[in-house]
């Protein structure tokens, strides 16, 4: 639990730094971007600090990739 809000107190002070900047500056967009790429950050970072079993991306791709080639052998008779 400690590292988890040791994690999360280092994500909120580098937001603090950084987010004003952006909002100064009416970069919206940038802000939104920042914000889910530093929360996927958070989310990754506690799992590793928790060192728990994350599973592996390639288990998205096969789940994306089977019936992508499946369509396409049976389109073209392979």
């Known amino acids: 639990m400690l590292i988890t809000i040791t994690v999360i107190c280092i994500a909120l002070a580098i937001a603090a730094k950084d987010l004003p900047g952006l909002y100064r ?6 802000m939104l971007v920042y914000v889910i790429m530093l929360g ?11 060192l728990e ?4 991306p390639l ?3 096969e789940i ?3 019936p992508v080639n499946t369509f396409v052998s049976h389109l073209f008779g392979f």
């Open 25 to 30: 500056k009416r970069r919206i967009k940038d």
């Open 53 to 56: 079993v994350t599973p592996s």
């Open 64 to 66: 994306i990739y089977n």
């Open 59 to 61: 288990i998205l791709i």
């Open 40 to 50: 996927l950050g958070i989310w990754l970072s506690v799992l590793a600090a928790k």
